[in-house]
């Protein structure tokens, strides 16, 4: 069973647009909830993460919305860039991490 | 050695036959974790160990096994590795309650 679903499998956007990755879960006991970036042939690398106490987070082109009723976050990457392709993985964490299927992402110049 | 080094690479191995994957980090992180990643299905916890001496089954444990000798170093062996195991194996690790810190990945393929 997968306790983190995310979507959607695969994106393709404009340079300048704005790519929006969905997740969602439903174990209310995970207190944190990272997301990866990942190139190919590359371990994954943290990108940004949220507590769930707090409804948005940026750091710098990337933005989580988080909805705690809701059970769902997203990950927002603003004016995308070629150099943004990749993979993303969204994550929570309870008593070890548990991974989301992971979203493609391609900016096409 | 600068973070977490996994080793080796990528392997090609034929059924049946015995391999561990080697995984070392310099950074004294407490926890460490094995993963494997596979088209579709993300990634999935195999083995952790939340300090040395200690292990724990993940959610695909089977057909693995780990120790945890020491602080650095977390090998993981397929003691007769199998198709189903082909796939890429990350190593990870974090102090309790920090950041998780992934290797640069092996990428096994069993015949």
């Known amino acids: 069973q997968q306790q983190v679903k995310q979507s959607p499998q695969s994106l393709i956007v404009q340079k300048g647009g704005i790519p929006i990755i969905n997740c969602a879960y439903e174990n209310t006991a995970f207190d944190y909830f990272p997301w990866y970036q990942q190139f190919p042939g590359k371990g994954p690398a943290l990108l940004i993460a949220?507590?769930?106490?707090?409804s948005e987070k940026k750091e710098g082109r990337f933005t989580i919305s988080f909805n705690k009723s809701a059970k769902q976050f997203s990950l927002h990457i603003m004016d995308s860039q070629p150099g943004d392709s990749a993979t993303y993985f969204c994550?929570?964490?309870?008593?070890?991490?548990?991974f989301g299927t992971g979203t493609s992402l391609t900016v096409i110049p | 050695i600068a973070g977490i080094t996994q080793a080796p690479t990528s392997q090609i191995l034929a059924a049946g036959r015995r391999m561990t994957l080697r995984c070392t980090q310099d950074?004294?992180?407490?926890?460490m974790y094995w993963y494997r990643q596979d088209l579709g299905l993300g990634l999935r916890l195999i083995h952790y160990?939340?300090?040395?001496?200690?292990?724990g089954k993940g959610e695909v444990p089977d057909g693995y096994s780990v120790s945890r000798a020491n602080t650095d170093d977390f090998p993981l062996t397929l003691a007769s590795a199998v198709p189903s195991q082909t796939s890429v194996y990350f190593c990870a690790s974090r102090h309790t309650g920090g950041e998780q810190f992934f290797g640069p990945g092996t990428r096994l393929t069993v015949l």
């Open positions: 994550a929570a964490r309870g008593n070890q991490f548990y």
């Open positions: 950074m004294r992180h407490n926890a």
């Open positions: 160990s939340n300090t040395a001496g200690t292990t």
């Open positions: 949220i507590r769930p106490d707090v």
